[in-house]
């Protein structure tokens, strides 16, 4: 009965799995801003870059970038932060908003750093920054379904940071993205260990890599705690995910990656009611954005569905009429159908 519930669930989990890719990228190079001394003014538009991506303000990111791009054609980070902020908006929106900039914004940024390394030499930052432009490559090429692509650069993007943490063991900031690998083929080989079992990685190293990355960051801070919300609801660690919870309310209380982090948290505690209350916050967030379209209508979905399971017939009701009230779309097919079995069954008196 809930088939599509369980079904956007797991969508929604390889959407946060992307989303968590691509934020290990940013806060990667961000770290690089504080680690290696970046000049002054490219840490004041960096930070604010950086910020405005967590929270969701994909414009101003972008008018950031630009105006740091046409101030100086030699520097490599604002393409890279450029580069972040389209990988991370088309995942925020669950869609591909424009490849082709995505691409030229990839390859000024590569060209830039290319021309950074030749011009003062290879060096822990130049690999890192390197790694981090691979890594969100990789994304790009994981959401386009072509895996042995985002295989490739992703592992080329692992190698730079490992290589870039070996050239200065001081630079912690490839642990970010190396703790979440470690973890990722930690749980690969815990589900295939009977064909794994000499596959190296710990799930809780990686989970330690990611609190040492937490604690010795800035604006990392609040990624890393993303990316460990993800895994502690993964790994039914409630209290573990409700601290992180509460962290990022704080810190980025209006941001629809903490709400996301949320709702998933309160499904975990069966805590359908609560779910449902923030599912409908991601719905008026993602109805205010010209692109966000089907996540409002998935959002609505999934607020449906957790309301019928709390008891609360009618306003589960309204929340599929507002749906069908929409336009369908071949996109949002399936949503609909599902929307429609759903309002069937509250009419006929069915729970979840």
Not at 116 to 125: A, C, M, R, V
Request: with cysteine; glycine share 4%; proline share 2%.
């Amino acid at each position: 009965s809930c088939n599509l519930s369980v079904a956007c669930s797991a969508r929604k989990t390889s959407i946060m799995k992307q989303l968590l890719s691509v934020i290990i990228c940013v806060i990667i190079f961000y770290q690089s801003g504080t680690a290696f001394s970046i000049p002054e003014p490219q840490k004041q538009y960096a930070g604010r870059c950086i910020l405005a991506i967590l929270n969701c303000h994909y414009d101003t990111a972008l008018a950031v970038t630009d105006s740091a791009m046409a101030a100086d054609s030699l520097d490599p980070i604002a393409p890279l932060l450029r580069l972040t902020a389209i990988g991370i908006r088309d995942v925020d929106f669950d869609t591909l908003l424009d490849s082709a900039d995505f691409f030229c914004t990839y390859q000024n940024a590569e060209k830039r750093i290319s021309s950074h390394e030749k011009t003062k030499g290879p060096s822990s930052y130049s690999k890192m920054l390197l790694g981090f432009c691979k890594g969100i490559h990789s994304s790009f090429y994981l959401r386009e379904k072509s895996y042995f692509a985002a295989m490739r650069n992703g592992l080329k993007a692992i190698s730079l940071l490992d290589e870039s943490h070996r050239l200065d063991s001081t630079n912690v900031e490839p642990f970010f993205l190396l703790g979440l690998y470690n973890y990722a083929k930690g749980e690969l080989k815990r589900r295939l260990w009977w064909v794994l079992f000499w596959y190296p990685g710990s799930k809780k190293d990686g989970i330690d890599l990611l609190w040492r990355c937490n604690a010795n960051g800035y604006l990392s801070a609040e990624a890393s705690l993303l990316a460990l919300a993800e895994i502690y609801t993964r790994e039914n660690k409630q209290d573990e995910c409700a601290a992180v919870v509460e962290r990022l309310e704080r810190d980025l209380p209006a941001s629809r990656f903490t709400l996301w982090a949320k709702a998933r948290y309160f499904e975990s505690r069966r805590l359908f009611y609560e779910a449902g209350q923030v599912y409908e916050l991601l719905a008026v967030s993602y109805a205010s954005e010209q692109a966000g379209k089907f996540n409002m209508i998935l959002t609505r979905n999934l607020q449906a569905h957790m309301l019928l399971r709390s008891g609360q017939r009618k306003d589960a009701a309204d929340s599929c009429r507002a749906i069908l009230r929409e336009t369908a779309s071949k996109r949002n097919k399936v949503i609909f159908n599902d929307t429609k079995k759903l309002l069937r069954r509250i009419n006929d008196g069915e729970t979840e």
